[in-house]
C-alpha cells in the first residue's frame, strides 16, 4: 500500500465470487468506481482481477480464509 488511507480520496470495497463471464460483464462499472473514487480493494477471484490489475489496489482471494 504505497498510500495511506488519508491520502486517499474514496477507498471502493467490491466483493464478486461469480464465474468469469460475470466478471467480465461489471468490469466496466468497477472501471468506472476506480475512475471516479479512487483505488478499489476486490474481494474477489485472483486470476480474473489479473485482467485489469492495475485498477486494484489490493486483491483478496474470496475463496481463501
Request: some cysteine.
Amino acid at each position: 500500500w504505497s498510500k495511506t488511507i488519508s491520502q486517499l480520496k474514496t477507498l471502493t470495497l467490491v466483493y464478486h465470487s461469480g464465474a468469469l463471464g460475470d466478471f467480465i460483464t461489471t468490469l466496466p462499472a468497477i472501471e468506472y468506481l476506480a475512475h471516479q473514487n479512487g483505488p478499489v480493494v476486490m474481494v474477489g477471484k485472483p486470476e480474473y482481477c489479473k485482467l485489469k490489475k492495475e485498477i486494484f489496489l489490493k486483491v483478496f482471494d474470496c475463496e481463501s480464509r
